[in-house]
């Protein structure tokens, strides 16, 4: 019976999956350490809550399935969708040894991946309100591969964690410390994917590797990371995922005195709040139309045009910020859905970076690099796609003894 390694990236919209697959042969051949592990099959449930459908592909990229799913499903519902859609694909032919997760907060206390234990979930379940947007999700896919795998062991793997070990200032809130008793700091977040583009960058872009790079994360969720040496220094996301760059429908950096004008004079809720920052904000506040990237670049309205010049404006301004924390740049990397897709947002934000001595390669740009500025530009600019899966994949291997199981990319 063949090994497998199951990765699952649950968020509320989404349900991503990564399978990992050791050949018995090689396992009898090579003890727990055998080195034939390969990706086997990549797939997501997406549209969540509204359109629901299942797509795969195996691990030669071939697709495998493209299903639409019932409207009615829920997060529930998406588990049972994959679990009997995996049952199906492998008959009684799995062995899982292991599953990994992607848990957007470890807070303070978990600065490495983690096996989850029960202790363990009762922390992560306190952070549930620093991450109402990813945490719960993250947590009920832990929930749910209990009951159906029990005995499976899990392995957590944390947002926040590649960023700790930035200096001290950078993890600072600036209020007095008994209230920040407890937690409150700067975590910064999408450390899985800052993780899989610093493991790439001496591969991928060598002449920066080394150097001072900002990585920008444009996203649903967007940051940027300034890192030194593949080490993350300062990031743009602070004690929440709400801090920073403007995001699909949450606003970045706002002024706290607009939250105390809400409370005192709109006599918004806790509760309201928490859905004006999450839910109603950022691009989709703006624009007050859309919060995917796609459909305010194919508008004419101005509310529209408004959102993407502030969401450009926005990176342009914290690129700055964070070349002053490197104390310069050597180079600048595009990934994630609109880093990684969109050629006229990346050339308007290296456009409005130019002052810092990019100078942008435009057919490069359009074919997606993965250098994306001229030879002899000072600071030089690359699209690197991210996976988030195969980082989570390698820390679970690391943790439940497979080592040397899951490939490098
Ligand atoms: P998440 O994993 O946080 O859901 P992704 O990294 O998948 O986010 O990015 C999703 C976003 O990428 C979408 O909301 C959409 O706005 C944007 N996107 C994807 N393709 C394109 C494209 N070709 N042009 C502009 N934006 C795009």
Redesign the pocket.
């Known amino acids: 019976m063949d090994d497998h390694a199951i990765v699952l990236n649950a968020?509320s919209?989404?349900l991503?999956f990564s399978i990992y697959r050791r050949p018995e042969a090689a396992n009898r051949g090579g003890g727990a350490s055998a080195p034939f592990w390969a990706l086997d099959l990549r797939g997501q449930i997406d549209g969540i809550g509204t359109s629901p459908r299942f797509t795969a592909k195996d691990g030669s990229d071939a697709r495998v399935a493209d299903d639409r799913l019932d409207a009615g499903l829920d997060g529930r519902g998406a588990f049972d969708a994959l679990a009997s859609w995996l049952r199906a694909r492998y008959g009684g032919d799995a062995r899982v040894l292991g599953v990994g997760h992607r848990v957007v907060h470890g807070g303070a206390k978990y600065a490495r991946p983690t096996v989850v234990t029960p202790e363990v979930l009762v922390d992560l379940r306190a952070l549930v309100p620093l991450a109402p947007l990813h945490q719960p999700y993250n947590l009920a896919a832990i929930d749910a591969v209990s009951e159906r795998l029990p005995g499976v062991p899990q392995v957590a793997c944390f947002d926040t964690s590649f960023h700790r070990g930035q200096p001290a200032v950078a993890e600072v809130v600036p209020l007095p410390r008994d209230l920040c008793r407890g937690g409150v700091q700067r975590y910064g977040f999408h450390g899985l994917s800052y993780e899989y583009i610093a493991s790439v960058l001496p591969q991928a872009a060598p002449e920066i590797a080394h150097g001072r790079v900002i990585v920008a994360?444009?996203?649903?969720?967007a940051s940027l990371c300034a890192m030194k040496d593949r080490k993350s220094m300062d990031s743009t996301l602070g004690f929440t995922a709400l801090d920073g760059l403007c995001m699909?429908t949450r606003p970045g950096s706002i002024d706290p005195g607009v939250i105390l004008h809400l409370v005192q004079t709109l006599g918004l809720s806790a509760k309201d709040l928490e859905t004006v920052l999450y839910k109603k904000s950022g691009?989709l506040g703006i624009s007050g139309v859309s919060?995917?990237?796609?459909?305010l670049?194919d508008s004419s309205e101005p509310d529209a045009r408004l959102a993407v010049d502030y969401f450009v404006y926005q990176a342009a301004k914290q690129i700055g910020a964070l070349a002053a924390v490197l104390g310069g740049v050597d180079g600048l990397v595009f990934t994630?859905?609109?880093?990684?897709?969109?050629a006229?947002?990346r050339k308007r934000i290296c456009a409005a970076s130019a002052w810092l001595g990019i100078d942008l390669d435009e057919e490069a740009n359009r074919a997606r690099g993965p250098r994306i500025s001229r030879p002899a530009s000072r600071v030089s600019a690359w699209v690197i796609p991210?996976n988030e899966e195969l980082i989570i994949a390698r820390h679970t291997g690391m943790l439940l003894g497979l080592l040397g199981t899951v490939p490098r990319v």
């Open positions: 968020g919209s989404s991503k994360h444009l996203g649903s969720g699909g691009l919060n995917d990237m796609r459909n670049l994630a859905g609109i880093g990684e897709n969109s006229e947002i991210t």
